[in-house]
């Protein structure tokens, strides 16, 4: 999910709670600017991220939070030329 989207739910959740930005980052210990990024999806930490979720009691929505999976390169290569992913380190002489 990108960060626009995300921002947009926030304000819909915020909204539905009929809570001001003004009452919301109150309660999330942030300022209203950084609440009103979020929102507008500009960028923000993690930890603002969640003091916002718990604030709006939305804490369930941290499993959705997960990175998309992502090909290697590397491993496409390898397994275009059958090679199989290796099992361990390579012993190193010392």
Do not use: H
């Not at 300022?31 to 979720?53: A, D, H, P, Y």
């Amino acid at each position: 999910m990108d960060e626009a989207k995300f921002g947009a739910q926030i304000r819909r959740a915020r909204l539905l709670e009929d809570i001001t930005q003004e009452e919301l980052a109150r309660r999330a210990n942030i300022t209203n600017r950084t609440l009103s990024k979020l929102e507008n999806g500009q960028g923000t930490t993690l930890g603002t991220i969640i003091k916002v979720l718990r604030a709006l009691g939305r804490e369930d929505w941290l499993g959705t939070l997960e990175p998309e999976p992502t090909v290697s390169p590397l491993r496409l290569a390898r397994e275009a030329a059958g090679i199989s992913e290796p099992q361990r380190a390579s012993r190193r002489s010392r």
